[in-house]
Nanobody, 119 residues
Framework: QVQLVESGGGLVQVGDSLTLSCTTS????????MGWFRQAPGTELEIVAT????????TYADSVKGRFTISRDSAKNVTYLQMNSLIPEDTAVYYC????????????WGQGTQVTVSS
């Protein structure tokens, strides 16, 4: 069983920065891929960024490239999403996710944290 708890969401202004944290516990998470997804009202779930266990394989959605940075501290079991130059389109509930190396999909989810960017 894997538990994921997000924190760091909030209300910010356009151009501000925010860092989300995902604290994990449970199984051998050091081998897991970690990811951040988001969902805005009335839209589909969107994958934002992913990172493998060693941190040398990272992907980003085109909409956040150059502005967001995903990282992980395996010793502390924490995954981060540094978000810079925030825009109103980044407003969404952000979910931390995890999957084992053999899983085809992200099947462990946190409860989500709201990020609201005000113009």
């Amino acid at each position: 069983q894997v538990q994921l708890v997000e924190s760091g969401g909030g209300l910010v202004q356009v151009g501000d920065s925010l860092t989300l944290s995902c604290t994990t516990s449970g199984r051998a998470l050091s081998t897991y891929w970690m990811g951040w997804f988001r969902q805005a009202p009335g839209t589909e779930l969107e994958i934002v960024a992913t990172i493998n266990w060693s941190g040398d394989r990272i992907t980003y959605a085109d909409s956040v490239k150059g502005r967001f940075t995903i990282s992980r501290d395996s010793a502390k079991n924490v995954t981060y999403l540094q978000m810079n130059s925030l825009i109103p389109e980044d407003t969404a509930v952000y979910y931390c996710t995890a999957k084992s190396p053999t899983s085809l999909r992200y099947d462990n989810w946190g409860q989500g944290t709201q990020v609201t960017v005000s113009s």
